[in-house]
């Protein structure tokens, strides 16, 4: 006997419900000791913080004063209380390229590897940036930089990358070559589109785990008998953030790299880097972030999945943070500063929100309602973002703004499905 479409329609979306119920009862209920909520009518009430008002009361209604104004106004905000104060440029940093482009993938690409020194001490604080560019450009390339989990070696398919040493959240230095992979980077599929890309691994920085400041580039700027951050002094996501910046500063003394269209790119917790670092720093003129979910792109009043107080328990990740930040645990809506007005501090430069429709924990549906609520200042400079009813996975149609957001059919992370979408989003806005 054969269905009809309507039939067999409703006995999809059955199915589709029914497992999804079931990936959502397998998630875990509490974490730090605190329950942790996937349920849409428990998400709470809130208001969003004034993205127009300045501090003395007066509205913002035009793009100057917005960026003349507002947007610094803002930044200070997430400096005092989440992110913490970001420091300058080094006067002591300096780089060495000690491959200085190297034919790779069969001659399709350079390879350039350079040691930035973020110390006059060159034995201590310093990160490797790898970096690839097509071998036949006739001119400055753009380029995509990768906030990756991975060392470079392990980023991607070529033995002629320096092996080096990563830290694991463990607190163990360890030969790259013990690291797991967490996937590898198509080159070549980056230089047949014209793009450079480059990629830094984000412990080079600071380590990943609690006692990282003792071994970080923050341990530099400790004051004498200073062993934690103040309340708003930078947090781990902040020192990755700045080290990025300092991948930029190369970039700009590379005749092969066009600095004025550099992006970025990184996941997870990375993607909040990505995404403060895109905030902070203007010079990168676009942002890919994938699954950056809470203290990134998902709404913090939004009490859905990972929340302010699973986030800053110092059982797990107040490290990363501000120490401020974790005063909000108890009053989500006591903080002057949600994920919309960091969303929006990237205005007018194209960004992407990239999520997973199973993410629960990330909060999907927080990223895009982030998105939808920093649309009006897209608008202030004649760009689009989205609007109306949150688009279902693999849904393709918000990738067409400047403000974007894509949500594949899966979780955490990427998969390799987004990658041509990273790259036609490129093609189109960088």
């Not at 803002?74 to 940093?93: A, N, T």
């Not at 034995?123 to 060392?151: C, E, Q, V, W």
């Not at 970080?216 to 002094?233: D, M, V």
Request: aromatic fraction near 12%; proline fraction near 7%; glycine fraction near 8%.
């Amino acid at each position: 006997m054969q269905l009809a479409p309507k039939k067999l329609l409703l006995i999809f979306f059955v199915f589709a419900s029914n497992c999804l119920f079931a990936q959502k009862e397998n998630l875990p209920k509490t974490s730090a000791g605190f329950p942790i909520n996937y349920e849409e009518e428990l998400t709470g009430n809130y208001t969003l913080p004034a993205l127009f008002t300045l501090k003395n009361g007066t509205k913002v209604s035009d793009a100057k004063t917005w960026t003349e104004r507002r947007r610094p106004e803002i930044i200070r905000l997430f400096e005092e209380h989440q992110f913490g104060k970001v420091p300058p440029r080094p006067k002591d940093m300096r780089f060495k390229v000690f491959d200085k482009g190297t034919p790779a993938f069969n001659g399709k690409a350079l390879r350039k590897q350079v040691i930035v020194y973020f110390t006059k001490d060159t034995t201590g604080h310093k990160m490797d940036l790898l970096i690839y560019l097509p071998a036949r450009a006739d001119k400055a390339s753009p380029l995509l930089l990768i906030a990756n989990f991975s060392a470079n070696v392990n980023a991607v398919d070529d033995p002629g990358v320096k092996a080096g040493f990563v830290w694991t959240r463990e607190g163990k230095k360890v030969p790259a070559s013990e690291q797991r992979a967490f996937g590898k980077i198509d080159v070549a599929g980056f230089v047949s589109q014209g793009f450079g890309v480059a990629t830094v691994c984000y412990t080079d920085i600071e380590p990943d785990f609690k006692q990282g400041l003792k071994y970080g580039i923050r341990s530099t700027y400790l004051k004498p008998g200073q062993t934690e951050p103040a309340p708003n002094e930078w947090g781990a996501i902040s020192a990755w953030s700045w080290g990025l910046s300092r991948a930029m500063d190369y970039f700009a003394t590379d005749s092969g790299i066009d600095a004025n269209r550099v992006a970025l790119q990184g996941t997870s917790r990375l993607g909040k880097t990505v995404l403060w670092t895109g905030a902070r720093d203007p010079r990168f003129k676009m942002v890919i972030a994938s699954c950056s979910g809470e203290g990134g792109a998902a709404i913090s009043r939004r009490d859905y999945g990972e929340n302010i107080k699973h986030m800053t328990d110092t059982s797990r990740y107040y490290y990363q943070f501000a120490p401020n930040w974790h005063s909000y645990a108890a009053n989500f809506n006591a903080s002057p500063v949600d994920a919309h007005m960091l969303v929006a501090l990237m205005a007018p430069r194209p960004l992407l929100l990239q999520t997973g429709d199973t993410d629960y924990w990330s909060d999907p549906k927080g990223e895009f309602l982030a998105a939808v609520a920093a649309e009006p200042v897209y608008k202030l400079f004649g760009k689009g973002g989205p609007s109306g009813d949150m688009p279902g996975a693999g849904d393709q149609s918000l990738l067409r703004n400047t403000l974007a957001y894509y949500m594949h059919a899966g979780g955490h992370g990427t998969i390799p499905a987004d990658w041509p979408l990273f790259i036609d989003y490129m093609k189109r806005f960088l």
